[in-house]
Structures are given as C-alpha cells and as structure tokens.
C-alpha cells in the first residue's frame, strides 16, 4: 500500500523530470510578455463581458454593491424610511457605477503598459516595438490602446438591451487607464528604466 501511494505521489514528478523541466519547484516559468498579454486579455474579456450584461441585470448588480455601501457608510441607514434608503442608493449608484468604469480602465491601462514594457525587454519581440521603449511613448502608445478599446466597448454597448454608449463614460474610462498608466510607469521607474 505504501508503494503505491509512493508511486502515485512520485508520478507527475516523474513526468515532469521527462519533459526537462527538473523538479517541480524549478519548473521553467512563461515569459512574462506572454503572462502580460494574458492578464490583459483577460481583463479586456472581463470589460467586454461586464458590457455584454443588459441594462437590468448591470443596474441589479451595482445597485447591490451601492445598498452594501450605504448600509456601512451611512449611520442609522437600515433605521431610515425607505425614501431614504432609496435616496441613498441612488446618490451611491451613480458613484459606484462611474467608480467601476475608472477602476477597471486604471488596471486595463497599467496592464497594457506592463504589456509593451515587457515585449519591449524580449528577444523576440524587442525588434518589433523598439519605438515605444522611452516612458513618454509607452504611456501614449498604452494610453491610445486604453481609449479606443474604452471606445469600443461604448460602441458595443448600443447593441445590448437596455445599455447606451456615453462619451462621458468614454472620459471617465480614459482618466482611469491614464491614472493607472501612470501609476504603473512611476513604479516601473522607480524600480528599473521603462
């Protein structure tokens, strides 16, 4: 019996000890352009599904986190009158919803520049972006990425039951990419040249 369990234990080891990669603590790590292009794609996913939900069901769903935050911020919200709850909601929902768009937009655009740095430090993809290597072209080049896909994702949601395209939400989406850009660049910066 012991055996076995031995061997069951021992057997992805083993497998991974064939395929080169040494033991299973020192298993050969993805370059990090491709993790960069993977966590932003997934962000990017992540947007494009948050824009895909129609208007009743994205309303629901922040008009649920803006009820949570009126239930810890406001003193003496559950003893309120409904108007009063309901007025509350209201003044958070808005907050909530355009805090939303800002964050999402930030980690998009710090990602997008995390993504051009690191292809610019890559042997194989060095050659290709060579021009975005100075900090100034990286935030432009990450920035311009940031709002059109924010523009195409207002674009998008014309399509979908119960949701409009806004510029307004556009600016809001732009000045949260270029804070998390340059959020992303300050710290880039302090620890290595862009």
């Not at 019996?1 to 395929?19: E, F, I, Q, T």
């Not at 990450?142 to 994702?153: I, L």
């Not at 674009?155 to 806004?166: D, N, T």
């Not at 959020?183 to 290595?192: D, E, G, M």
């Given at each position: 019996?012991?055996?076995?369990?031995?061997?069951?234990?021992?057997?992805?080891?083993?497998?991974?000890?064939?395929?080169?990669h040494?033991?299973?603590g020192?298993?050969?790590?993805?370059?990090r352009?491709?993790?960069?292009?993977?966590?932003l794609?997934?962000v990017c996913?992540?947007?494009?599904?948050?824009?895909?939900?129609?208007?009743?069901?994205s309303?629901?769903?922040?008009?649920?986190?803006?009820?949570?935050?009126?239930?810890?911020?406001?003193v003496?919200?559950?003893s309120?009158?409904?108007?009063?709850q309901?007025?509350?909601?209201?003044?958070?929902?808005?907050?909530?919803r355009?805090?939303?768009?800002?964050?999402e937009?930030a980690?998009?655009?710090?990602?997008?520049?995390?993504?051009?740095?690191?292809?610019s430090?890559?042997p194989k993809?060095?050659?290709?972006?060579?021009?975005?290597?100075?900090a100034?072209?990286?935030?432009?080049v990450?920035?311009?990425?940031?709002?059109?896909?924010?523009?195409?994702?207002e674009?998008?949601?014309?399509?979908?039951?119960?949701?409009?395209?806004?510029a307004?939400?556009?600016?809001?989406?732009?000045a949260?990419?270029?804070?998390g850009?340059l959020?992303?660049?300050?710290?880039?910066?302090?620890?290595?040249k862009?």
């Open positions: 019996m012991v055996g076995l369990v031995r061997n069951l234990v021992s057997a992805p080891r083993l497998a991974l000890l064939r395929m080169g040494g033991t299973i020192r298993m050969k790590s993805l370059p352009t491709i993790v960069a292009a993977v966590a794609a997934g996913v992540f947007v494009f599904a948050m824009s895909a939900m129609p208007g009743g069901e309303g629901g769903l922040s008009l649920k986190i803006a009820k949570a935050i009126a239930r810890c911020v406001v003496g919200y559950d309120l009158p409904l108007a009063g309901l007025l509350w909601q209201d003044r958070l929902h808005f907050l909530v355009k805090a939303a768009h800002f964050t937009y980690v998009l655009g710090a990602l997008a520049a995390n993504l051009l740095r690191q292809a430090r890559d993809w060095a050659s290709r972006v060579a021009v975005i290597e100075p100034f072209r990286l935030v432009l990450s920035w311009f990425f940031s709002v059109a896909y924010a523009a195409s994702d674009f998008h949601q014309l399509f979908v039951p119960g949701r409009a395209g806004a307004g939400d556009v600016a809001i989406d732009s949260g990419a270029l804070v850009i959020v992303y660049a300050f710290f880039a910066l302090r620890t290595r862009v």
